[in-house]
């Protein structure tokens, strides 16, 4: 099998797919063909070495891919809206007026800096209050982060669960099944063709789901430290350990994929039966969309023109 860093992120109609510096996206366009999108990545974590830090690296690669994977979306959402430009809204003008040319990046930033507040408010906050309900059956620091834990898992299971039944999303499921089904063939050294391609699993070990699911449990492992102070103490420890967690659960991911050792079996296992829901079946089309962001970042190609190198934004 083939070992490489080949990452990607499903989108609307479409994939991401990134390998080292490459990034490309792929979508289907309501008349059928397939827009491509390439860039070269110039990354602010390798410049300045911190991709060199185990422990350190986890929560800069994560915040780092929740922009580009904000690029990515609005690159493939533009495709899908209406055909009429709409008027600017007030807050489209405030943007254009004080940030000028900068005004759509400063917009992602903005956007995920949200995605972030709203994940900590409902996986992080709003299950050490749940956990605080049961302060009066019981005083068992245990039991306390025990079932704070269980209600963030719950959550989150319930989430991914729920919006599943909305059709947008069985749509980017099916291209998350896609995107992971490619890897698959390119790892397994296959050609890739969507006949290939189908014949694999759509769970994989590097998804970010199963960086999530390892996070939710390091996360209960490490408050569980900290016993149980008052809700303010108990708030502050949990985000100043935010970092903590997302650097040794991106630690446990790269360790994962690289080894079989039946240590981490347990703690993945969530996380992959979690990608049955996270992931749909593809179909051939969704799978070519695939091929093509895959072959883009991983064929060899000359080197790309200064132009190249500057072109839009995209990524996941």
């Known amino acids: 099998m083939k070992k490489c860093n080949v990452g990607g992120q499903a989108v609307i109609e479409g994939v991401m797919m990134k390998n080292e510096d490459r990034l490309a996206v792929a979508v289907r366009k309501a008349d059928g063909d397939i827009e491509l999108q390439e860039k070269v990545l110039s990354s602010w974590i390798k410049s300045k070495g911190i991709d060199k830090l185990p422990f350190v690296r986890g929560a800069f690669v994560l915040i780092?891919?929740?922009?580009?994977?904000v690029r990515a979306l609005n690159f493939s959402a533009d495709f899908f809206e209406d055909g009429e430009e709409e008027e600017k809204g007030a807050i489209d003008r405030f943007f254009?007026?004080?940030f000028g040319d900068k005004a759509s990046e400063v917009a992602i930033y903005i956007s995920v800096a949200i995605s972030i507040l709203l994940t900590v408010l409902?996986?992080?906050?709003?299950?050490?209050?749940?956990?605080?309900?049961i302060k009066g059956l019981t005083?068992?620091?245990v039991v306390l982060n025990f079932v704070e834990g269980i209600a963030r898992v719950g959550l989150f299971v319930a989430y991914v669960y729920l919006i599943s039944f909305n059709s947008d999303i069985k749509r980017v499921y099916q291209y998350h099944g896609a995107e992971h089904k490619t890897i698959h063939c390119y790892e397994n050294g296959l050609e890739l063709t969507p006949e290939n391609a189908a014949g694999f699993t759509r769970i994989h070990t590097r998804c970010g789901t199963n960086f999530m699911f390892v996070v939710l449990i390091i996360s209960m492992l490490m408050f569980s430290l900290f016993g149980w102070p008052n809700p303010f103490l108990r708030v502050l420890y949990r985000l100043l350990l935010l970092p903590v967690v997302a650097g040794i659960s991106y630690e446990i991911i790269r360790l994962a994929a690289k080894s079989n050792t039946p240590l981490l079996k347990p703690l993945m296992w969530p996380g992959l039966m979690l990608q049955k829901i996270t992931t749909s079946e593809p179909d051939n089309s969704q799978l070519e969309v695939a091929i093509a962001a895959l072959k883009a970042v991983v064929e060899e190609k000359k080197t790309p023109s200064k132009d190249a190198?500057?072109?839009e934004a995209c990524e996941g």
Not at 64 to 69: K, L, P, Q
Not at 122 to 133: N, S
């Open 64 to 69: 780092e891919s929740m922009v580009e994977g």
């Open 96 to 98: 254009d007026k004080a």
């Open 122 to 133: 409902l996986f992080i906050l709003l299950p050490t209050f749940i956990g605080g309900f």
């Open 139 to 141: 005083d068992n620091v």
């Open 309 to 311: 190198a500057e072109g």
